[in-house]
């Protein structure tokens, strides 16, 4: 269960617990975990591989911006290792990080993590704890911080007020984001503070906001990448569709970053492509787990520099049976890191994951977590297995037909079925009656796979029949008016 407690106590500095004293550095971190011995608070101890090092060569030094922690901005000059992006808001850096240089494994030195010393602005600086607690009640959003941490950062209703890069505020206006959703308002303060994250939100919430935004603050911090590293940033997603959801949303607030990449390594698409890509440096990976470890056995890609993690809807990866997979790639991540982890329910293996892999995590949740939107009608028609085809092709048909009568489009539908071969019967079914109707599920071609979505939230198909690939986390604009549940 996520407990959820609104925590009022006198404000003092917040010091991430990878900046708190008795972390190590991220030397250490290597360096123990090599001998099989965790090292990271987060680490387990049963190491298998580690993913660490460069695994080319270059150095690409690229422009670099500096911002202050009050978000005004100036352009600084090029850097190389050991230098930031971010100049001037992260007085932060090297020294804060641990101070050696750390060495791959194949000899390269790794230029240390950046942590930006964050603050918002002195607007939300002077928010009472009365008026930090009634934001928080009026934005329906819960904070339980761990035992003996310093409170969370304050909740932020305004982007203006979040002190973000400036390249991200660009894109922010450019998407016409005006507000922050409840979750953003309060997971991107405590993202943008270094803590580690347990958010409980519901899909649509806006959560992949809450955690790019801070993942490409966090990048834009750090030294360069070159050619041969790892990223900097990772996020691990249970299908290849909400992989790519969260892609595009990376890609839609780094798009003023001049150079920044990020890389999406899923089923489905070109193996080689994707090494290709990952070779020549990317800032951010967006993967579902079983491909990613793929990439990283074969040493197309490395852990070395990755110091944001997150991991998205969580619940599912772990239904899906992934939880190896992210805990082999948690064990073998250089022992600073910061975590997000999001879930759309608690159950007792989250909590676990969590427990394991998270420092002393701030839990945010969202609204009502784990229940139907309240603006859902739900009815259950009782049919035998035999009528099942035939009752859904009624009601749809039926439905459809009301929708052309009165020259309305007709209602986007999701018919969800259990297996593949299922799937495919019931779409030609509804194709047979006239419907526009399609099948996703994971025995199509990544291609098929796509097109089926990108005619799904056009509209130019009102029905998608699909397996569980589609059940969680696709953000249909316009959202599909009605849902089928077909066993
Ligand atoms: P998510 O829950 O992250 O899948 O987001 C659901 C939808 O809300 C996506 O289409 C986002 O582009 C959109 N969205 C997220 N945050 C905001 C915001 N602050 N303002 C407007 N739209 C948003």
């Excluded at 602005?121 to 819960?142: C, F, G, P, W, Y």
């Excluded at 649509?204 to 955690?211: L, Q, V």
Aim: proline share 6%; hydrophobic share 35%.
């Amino acid at each position: 269960m996520c407990m959820c407690v609104c925590v009022c106590v006198p404000a003092m500095p917040y010091i991430p617990p990878h900046l708190r004293a008795g972390a190590g550095s991220n030397a250490t971190g290597v360096a123990k975990a090599r001998d099989g011995g965790g090292g990271s608070s987060s680490s387990g101890s049963n190491r298998d591989h580690y993913y660490g090092g460069s695994f080319g060569g270059g150095g690409a030094a690229r422009r670099s911006e500096s911002f202050s922690s009050n978000g005004s901005s100036s352009y600084g000059q090029g850097v190389g290792a050991g230098s930031s992006r971010d100049g001037g808001g992260g007085a932060s850096s090297a020294a804060a990080a641990g101070g050696k240089k750390v060495e791959s494994s194949r000899g390269v030195v790794l230029p240390d993590v950046v942590w930006p010393k964050w603050q918002p602005s002195e607007r939300v600086r002077r928010l009472t704890e009365d008026q930090i607690a009634e934001v928080r009640a009026r934005l329906n959003v819960d904070v339980e911080i761990s035992p003996d941490m310093p409170p969370a950062s304050a909740p932020i209703e305004s982007f203006e007020d979040m002190n973000l890069h400036s390249s991200i505020m660009k894109d922010i206006a450019f998407h016409s984001y005006t507000t922050p959703t409840p979750i953003q308002a309060q997971a991107l303060p405590v993202a943008l503070s270094g803590s580690d994250l347990l958010g409980c939100a519901e899909t649509g919430s806006g959560k992949t906001a809450a955690f790019a935004i801070p993942l490409i603050q966090h990048c834009l911090a750090q030294p360069p990448v070159r050619r041969g590293d790892g990223p900097l940033a990772l996020v691990l997603a249970p299908t290849r569709e909400l992989a790519q959801q969260i892609e595009r949303e990376v890609k839609a607030f780094s798009r003023s970053a001049e150079g920044f990449k990020t890389a999406i390594v899923v089923g489905g698409t070109n193996i080689y492509d994707q090494r290709s890509e990952l070779r020549a440096g990317v800032e951010v990976v967006v993967a579902t787990p079983g491909r990613f470890i793929d990439h990283l056995q074969q040493g197309n890609s490395s852990l070395s520099r990755v110091s944001y993690v997150v991991l998205d809807e969580a619940d599912r990866m772990l239904d899906m049976g992934f939880e190896p997979q992210i805990r082999e790639v948690m064990r073998s991540l250089p022992k600073k890191h910061q975590t997000l982890l999001f879930s759309a329910t608690m159950p007792e293996e989250i909590e676990a994951l969590a427990q394991e892999y998270l420092s002393k995590p701030v839990r945010v949740k969202v609204g009502r977590v784990s229940s139907p939107t309240a603006n859902v009608a739900q009815t259950l028609e009782k049919v035998t297995d035999k009528e099942k085809i035939d009752r859904l092709l009624a009601l749809l048909v039926e439905e459809f037909s009301q929708a052309q009568d009165s020259n309305q489009v007709p209602p986007l539908t999701i018919v969800f079925v259990e297996r593949k071969a299922r799937c495919d019967e019931v779409s030609d079914a509804l194709v047979e009656q006239g419907l526009k109707a399609t099948a996703l599920h994971g025995g199509r071609s990544q291609s098929e796979r796509e097109a089926a979505l990108w005619d799904f939230r056009k509209g130019t198909t009102s029905i998608l029949v699909a397996t569980d690939v589609a059940s969680r986390g696709l953000d249909v604009t316009g959202m599909f008016s009605e849902l089928c549940n077909l066993i």
